[in-house]
C-alpha cells in the first residue's frame, strides 16, 4: 500500500525535534553556534546515532543544537514553517506540534513574542500547502519544563492564545522524579479555563506516573503511555485460554478512551519498553491495540528518530502484518482525540474515511 499517500494525523510532533539538518547550519552560522557536523549529511546522522544510544538522557541532548539555533523570531518562524511543508508533502492533514516556549527565551523574545513567531510560521506554511492545491491544518501545543518552575506561567501564556493557535498544553522533561502534581496549580487553573491537556507520562516512568497525570493532570491523552503495559496481567488457563486483567490504571485509560500517543522508533530508542525486549517486535503497541485502547501512531522527533510519520505506520505494518483498515483506524483514533472541535474532528474523520476509501 502506499502509505505516504494516505491522509494522515501527527499528535505527538516536537517542534524542536523536527528541524532540517540544512536548516540547523544556516541558522547556527548566523548566531556563531558551534555544530557536531558542519554539512547536512553527517550532521543528520550525528542525530540519528545520538537518539540510538538507548539512553534518554543523551537522547535528549541532542536538543541542545535545535533550541540553541531557535532563539530568535526568524529562527522559531523558518523551523515552524518548514516542519508544516515537510509534514504537508506525506500527506498528513492535520498536526499538533509542540514546543516550550520558556526554552526560546534566551535571546530576548518575550513568552507570548515567541508564540506568536511561531505561529507566524505554520500559517505561513498552511496558506502555501493551500496555494499548491493541499491541505494541513495545524496547533501549537504549549509545554511547560516538568523539571522546572514555570508551568503556571506557561499554562497562562497557552490560554492567552488559545484563539490564536494554540490548541492544548503539555509538560515535558525529565519523567522520572518529576510527577506532574508538582504542577497541580497550573494543572488546575487550565481545568477552570477547560483547556485541553496532554502528559508525557508512561515513557521514562511507570504507571504511577500514568495515574498522576490523570489525577493532577486531568489529562485527555497520555505522551507516549507505553508504560501501561505494566498495569496489565496476562496468565494462561488451564485450557491455554489467554486471561487478561486491567489494572485499575489501565482499565481507567481504556473504559474513557484516553489517547496513547505512542511513538514505535522513539519508545524503542529511549528503551521505553525495555522491560518487554529490545526489538520493535517487543513494543506494546499490538498488545493495546488489540485489548481496544485508543493507540495512535507519531514521530515525536522526526530529526533524532530519521523517521516521518509514514516510516512509522511501515515499520507497524512491517512488524505487527496491520492492514490498511488497521492504519485507517489509528488515524480515526488520532482525529477524535485531536485538540480541536467536534466540526473540525469529524471533517478529519470524513477526510480519512473517504481517503482510504479511495486507495483501496
Given at each position: 500500500?502506499?502509505?505516504?499517500?494516505?491522509?494522515?494525523?501527527?499528535?505527538?510532533?516536537?517542534?524542536?525535534?523536527?528541524?532540517?539538518?540544512?536548516?540547523?547550519?544556516?541558522?547556527?552560522?548566523?548566531?556563531?553556534?558551534?555544530?557536531?557536523?558542519?554539512?547536512?549529511?553527517?550532521?543528520?546522522?550525528?542525530?540519528?546515532?545520538?537518539?540510538?544510544?538507548?539512553?534518554?538522557?543523551?537522547?535528549?541532548?541532542?536538543?541542545?543544537?535545535?533550541?540553541?539555533?531557535?532563539?530568535?523570531?526568524?529562527?522559531?518562524?523558518?523551523?515552524?514553517?518548514?516542519?508544516?511543508?515537510?509534514?504537508?508533502?506525506?500527506?498528513?492533514?492535520?498536526?499538533?506540534?509542540?514546543?516550550?516556549?520558556?526554552?526560546?527565551?534566551?535571546?530576548?523574545?518575550?513568552?507570548?513574542?515567541?508564540?506568536?513567531?511561531?505561529?507566524?510560521?505554520?500559517?505561513?506554511?498552511?496558506?502555501?500547502?493551500?496555494?499548491?492545491?493541499?491541505?494541513?491544518?495545524?496547533?501549537?501545543?504549549v509545554t511547560a519544563m516538568r523539571h522546572a518552575d514555570r508551568a503556571m506561567e506557561i499554562a497562562e501564556l497557552a490560554v492567552r492564545h488559545r484563539n490564536a493557535g494554540v490548541?492544548?498544553?503539555?509538560?515535558?522533561?525529565?519523567?522520572?522524579?518529576?510527577?506532574?502534581?508538582?504542577?497541580?496549580?497550573?494543572?488546575?487553573?487550565?481545568?477552570?479555563e477547560l483547556f485541553p491537556v496532554t502528559v508525557h507520562a508512561g515513557e521514562a516512568d511507570g504507571v504511577e506516573s500514568i495515574r498522576d497525570a490523570i489525577v493532577s493532570g486531568?489529562?485527555?491523552?497520555?505522551?507516549h503511555g507505553v508504560r501501561l503495559v505494566e498495569d496489565i496481567m496476562f496468565s494462561r488457563t488451564e485450557g491455554d485460554t489467554d486471561l487478561v486483567v486491567l489494572g485499575p490504571?489501565?482499565?481507567?485509560?481504556?473504559?474513557?478512551?484516553?489517547?496513547?500517543?505512542?511513538?514505535?522508533?522513539?519508545?524503542?530508542?529511549?528503551?521505553?519498553?525495555?522491560?518487554?525486549?529490545?526489538?520493535?517486535?517487543?513494543?506494546?503497541?499490538?498488545?493495546?491495540?488489540?485489548?481496544?485502547?485508543?493507540?495512535?501512531?507519531?514521530?515525536?522527533?522526526?530529526?533524532?528518530?530519521?523517521?516521518?510519520?509514514?516510516?512509522?505506520?511501515?515499520?507497524?505494518?512491517?512488524?505487527?502484518?496491520?492492514?490498511?483498515?488497521?492504519?485507517?483506524?489509528?488515524?480515526?483514533?488520532?482525529?477524535?482525540?485531536?485538540?480541536?472541535?467536534?466540526?473540525?474532528?469529524?471533517?478529519?474523520?470524513?477526510?480519512?474515511?473517504?481517503?482510504?476509501?479511495?486507495?483501496?
Amino acid at each position: 500500500m502506499d502509505i505516504q499517500a494516505l491522509p494522515k494525523i501527527s499528535l505527538h510532533d516536537h517542534l524542536d525535534g523536527g528541524l532540517r539538518p540544512q536548516t540547523i547550519i544556516e541558522l547556527a552560522e548566523k548566531i556563531g553556534h558551534v555544530l557536531p557536523a558542519d554539512n547536512a549529511l553527517e550532521l543528520g546522522s550525528w542525530f540519528a546515532e545520538a537518539a540510538n544510544s538507548g539512553s534518554l538522557v543523551r537522547y535528549l541532548e541532542t536538543f541542545d543544537h535545535t533550541v540553541a539555533v531557535m532563539q530568535t523570531r526568524e529562527g522559531l518562524e523558518r523551523v515552524a514553517y518548514e516542519a508544516v511543508i515537510d509534514l504537508a508533502e506525506e500527506n498528513v492533514i492535520y498536526a499538533e506540534l509542540r514546543w516550550a516556549p520558556e526554552q526560546h527565551i534566551s535571546k530576548g523574545l518575550t513568552l507570548d513574542e515567541t508564540v506568536e513567531a511561531v505561529q507566524d510560521g505554520l500559517e505561513r506554511g498552511m496558506a502555501e500547502v493551500e496555494d499548491r492545491g493541499g491541505f494541513i491544518r495545524t496547533g501549537q501545543l504549549v509545554t511547560a519544563m516538568r523539571h522546572a518552575d514555570r508551568a503556571m506561567e506557561i499554562a497562562e501564556l497557552a490560554v492567552r492564545h488559545r484563539n490564536a493557535g494554540v490548541v492544548g498544553f503539555d509538560i515535558a522533561g525529565a519523567e522520572q522524579g518529576f510527577l506532574p502534581k508538582l504542577h497541580k496549580a497550573a494543572f488546575d487553573y487550565l481545568a477552570e479555563e477547560l483547556f485541553p491537556v496532554t502528559v508525557h507520562a508512561g515513557e521514562a516512568d511507570g504507571v504511577e506516573s500514568i495515574r498522576d497525570a490523570i489525577v493532577s493532570g486531568r489529562a485527555l491523552r497520555l505522551g507516549h503511555g507505553v508504560r501501561l503495559v505494566e498495569d496489565i496481567m496476562f496468565s494462561r488457563t488451564e485450557g491455554d485460554t489467554d486471561l487478561v486483567v486491567l489494572g485499575p490504571v489501565a482499565q481507567w485509560v481504556h473504559d474513557r478512551g484516553i489517547a496513547l500517543e505512542t511513538s514505535p522508533s522513539s519508545n524503542l530508542q529511549t528503551g521505553a519498553f525495555e522491560m518487554l525486549g529490545d526489538t520493535m517486535a517487543d513494543h506494546p503497541f499490538d498488545i493495546l491495540y488489540d485489548l481496544g485502547f485508543k493507540v495512535t501512531v507519531n514521530t515525536d522527533n522526526r530529526l533524532m528518530s530519521a523517521t516521518n510519520l509514514t516510516k512509522e505506520l511501515e515499520i507497524l505494518v512491517d512488524t505487527f502484518g496491520y492492514s490498511i483498515a488497521d492504519l485507517e483506524q489509528f488515524q480515526l483514533n488520532a482525529a477524535e482525540a485531536a485538540f480541536q472541535g467536534l466540526p473540525e474532528r469529524e471533517e478529519l474523520m470524513d477526510m480519512i474515511e473517504i481517503g482510504f476509501a479511495e486507495a483501496q
